[in-house]
């Protein structure tokens, strides 16, 4: 069983480095897509904002779908789907085209991200430790390259098929061939007799602003920081791509160090460090006097971010051991509600008021956060779950090792 379980979990971290690569090779080359359609600025924003969007409602239905497939057959098949869209993405040749390859991106990308969490709670169950943040870790990886590939296909004047075709054609049978590994949860014995636990939405409601918080602050660096550092900061316009790089590789590094710190100071205490640490960086970013006081914060962001989502997925299998594919679909949702919300609200606040104050505004939802921190630590048994109390402990301080 312990072979079965670590070659799941390498291909799991396979699925999770691609999906990064992939959303990266999007997100990086919207000027290079607004370009090649003519899509113009006032409907460029209804585009971006319909692909997170659809990818609730690809979450939602995973929810639904979950209860007669299994998590693994969704991830094995969406993962391709997302890959071939994107290379739609790059191919197509009308703006109908791109509207069709964005519908279904955004749809197969809120499938893929609700099954690989899905997968990523029941690994972490059944090691018995924090192994979730190290999945994060890969797609934090797979992000890095993807960004580095969209900037060489920006310098060599690639067209966008070039630069996707070559990237789809390696990671599509990657993630096939790594599929054949991946490991649904099995309930057994007291799992089993917790599968009819019930998800109470009201439980789940602390996760779910935890979660919306981390991305709205997520998204105010990967949509503010280079204009933050430029027109406020007065940096120059080399230097203000530099924050979202940094930024990245430090959620990179606390990712592949978080489940140590899980494991030694247990997800609530993590959870409040990367709050406050949060917090700090949004705070040095609103007073800082220059470019590189700025750049100190942005990276203070990423290690201090890094650790919320993944513990915030693995927080809600612990609470509904018996629904965890449920509570990871749900709260799956908030993600792309955080990513909706954070952009145009640090905008708003920006030109109405400054973009120094509208930096405080993340930091204060990210200080919430420790209010609840508890509910990263609870037991199931609390709520119904009681059987699975010995392998429900705060993950890292207990439990069983592979």
Known sequence: MGDVLRWGRGALGVAFFVQGVAFALLVTRIPAVQER???SDGLLPVFLAAVPVLAGVGSVATEQLVKRVRPSRLLRWSQPVVLLAL????????????????????????????SMNMLGVSLQRAYGRSIILGFHAAYSLGGILGASLAWAGAHWHLALWVSY????AVLLPGALIG???????????AAEEARGQVLVF?????????????????STV??????YLKDVLGSSEQLATVPYNVYMVTTLVGRAVGDFGVRRFGASGVVR???????GGFAVVAVAPGAWVGMLGFTLLGLGLCVLVPQTFAAAGRLFPGASDAAVARLNIFNYVGFLVGSPL???????????GAMLVPMVLVLVTLFFARSFGARPDRYGGGHERARAVDVGRGGHGL
């Open 202 to 218: 009201r439980l789940l409601l602390p996760l779910c602003l935890v979660m919306t918080f981390a991305y709205i602050g997520d």
């Open 222 to 227: 990967s949509n503010w920081s280079a204009k």
């Open 273 to 279: 460090a990367g709050a406050v640490v949060a917090a």
């Open 179 to 189: 599929s054949r590994w991946y490991v649904d949860g099995e309930p057994g014995g």
């Open 87 to 114: 290379l739609g993405v790059g191919a197509g040749r009308s703006v109908l085209q791109l509207a069709l390859c964005l519908a279904v991106f955004g749809l197969a990308v809120g499938m893929l991200d609700a």
């Open 165 to 168: 075709l070559p990237v789809v």
């Open 346 to 356: 640090v905008g708003a606040l920006g030109d109405a008021w400054s973009y120094r």
């Open 37 to 39: 359609y003519g899509v």
